[in-house]
């Protein structure tokens, strides 16, 4: 039974994404008019629900991994099931938030009655990317220090923040932005190629002998905790812009 309980938590990573796939769905869309008499379209209210379920599957995942070391019994079979939990919490409920902001987005076009639902389903290609990743990071015994491409964790953790950022009091071009079809359409594109890159990408847990980082992780982190003060949930994207910088401008010192 000791040797379960790490699976028992990457089991809870699992049930957390389920439960934000689900609420990615209930209620559908809520339409409104304004003073001007345009139609205002907003996102789902579960949807706000499904972000912090998702960030609550990433606490969940990490300490999965921490108990499993803490207690010494990590196994080949914890390692599977992980990823097929990572694959449902930070793959296919990040895509539901995507395919619902897409058909928000074509929900705003004069045509959208005649919106065909095949333009949703890019959104889809998010867990694909993200199924390759981990298959292949299973495989390899070279990123025992680093990682090859963007975890798909912190994709996960990033596309959930996108309601969190839409709800919260925000500049309009922000607001405008997350209804364009072309901005979902190019966030697909983008994330699912920093996922399936073999470029080397920093994994956080091995820093040690690693001292040129710590002064432009310092810097990120400085960010972080600025645009958590100012901007609030903005912190994440510019966090991960920053790791993302770092993580290229190092190479070298990643792989070493």
Not at 125 to 132: Q, S, T, V
Not at 207 to 228: D, M, T, Y
């Amino acid at each position: 039974m000791r040797k379960q309980i790490p699976n028992i938590i990457t089991l809870l990573n699992l049930f957390l994404g389920c439960l934000a796939i689900v609420s990615c769905f209930q209620f559908g869309t809520v339409a409104s008019i304004s003073e001007t008499g345009d139609m205002l379209i907003e996102i789902p209210e579960k949807l706000y629900l499904a972000s912090l379920l998702i960030g609550l599957a990433a606490v969940v995942d990490f300490l999965d991994g921490y108990v499993a070391r803490l207690m010494n019994v990590p196994s080949e079979m914890g390692k599977q099931l992980d990823s097929l939990a990572d694959v449902v919490s930070f793959g296919v409920a990040p895509a539901c938030i995507v395919y619902q902001f897409l058909r928000l987005a074509l929900a705003n076009d004069v045509n959208a009655l005649s919106t065909n639902s095949w333009l949703f389903a890019p959104a889809f290609i998010i867990p694909m990317a993200g199924a390759y990743r981990l298959a292949r990071f299973n495989l390899d015994q070279t990123q025992s220090t680093y990682f090859k491409g963007v975890p798909i964790p912190m994709i996960g953790i990033l596309t959930a923040v996108f309601p969190l950022i839409y709800w919260q009091p925000s500049y309009g071009i922000i607001s405008k932005l997350l209804l364009s079809p072309l901005f979902w359409y190019g966030y697909i594109i983008v994330v699912s190629y920093l996922m399936v890159m073999t470029r080397p990408m920093l994994a956080l847990k091995s820093l040690a002998g690693k001292k040129k980082l710590f002064i432009p992780l310092g810097i990120v982190l400085l960010e972080i905790v600025v645009s958590a003060i100012f901007f609030k949930w903005y912190a994440i994207p510019f966090g991960f812009i920053g790791y993302c910088i770092v993580s290229l401008m190092y190479p070298k010192t990643i792989t070493q």
